[in-house]
Nanobody, 117 residues
Framework: QVRLVESGGGLVQPGGSLRLSCALSGNIISTYILGWYRQPAGSQRELVATIQYTHATNYADSVKGRFTISRDNARSTVSLQMNNLKLDDTAVYYC???????????WGQGAQVTVSP
């Protein structure tokens, strides 16, 4: 069974930084595209960033230049470094993994990120 365990999140002022991490169980990380989604209160879940096994990345326009996704294949982890945080970044952030062969997806439990003065 594939499990994703998130850590991080919290309260930060506008312009501040925060780092999220996610650990993927098992030794099958090469099978998966990894990424982060977020869901603001009262809104739909939206893509933040993805990263392939080769470290190729894709970002939502709203976070380009501010967020950085990375993965450590040896440690089976994916991280999201968030800089220059804005009020609109407030959301529950979800780690995810998608099997690049059968497209089955797995999700973390979610981490609350609140940006407030």
């Amino acid at each position: 069974q594939v499990r994703l365990v998130e850590s991080g999140g919290g309260l930060v002022q506008p312009g501040g930084s925060l780092r999220l991490s996610c650990a993927l169980s098992g030794n099958i990380i090469s099978t998966y595209i990894l990424g982060w989604y977020r869901q603001p209160a009262g809104s739909q879940r939206e893509l933040v960033a993805t990263i392939q096994y080769t470290h190729a990345t894709n970002y939502a326009d709203s976070v380009k230049g501010r967020f950085t996704i990375s993965r450590d294949n040896a440690r089976s982890t994916v991280s999201l470094q968030m800089n220059n945080l804005k009020l609109d970044d407030t959301a529950v952030y979800y780690c995810y993994a998608r099997n690049r062969y059968n497209r089955i997806e797995h999700w973390g439990q979610g981490a609350q990120v609140t940006v407030s003065p």
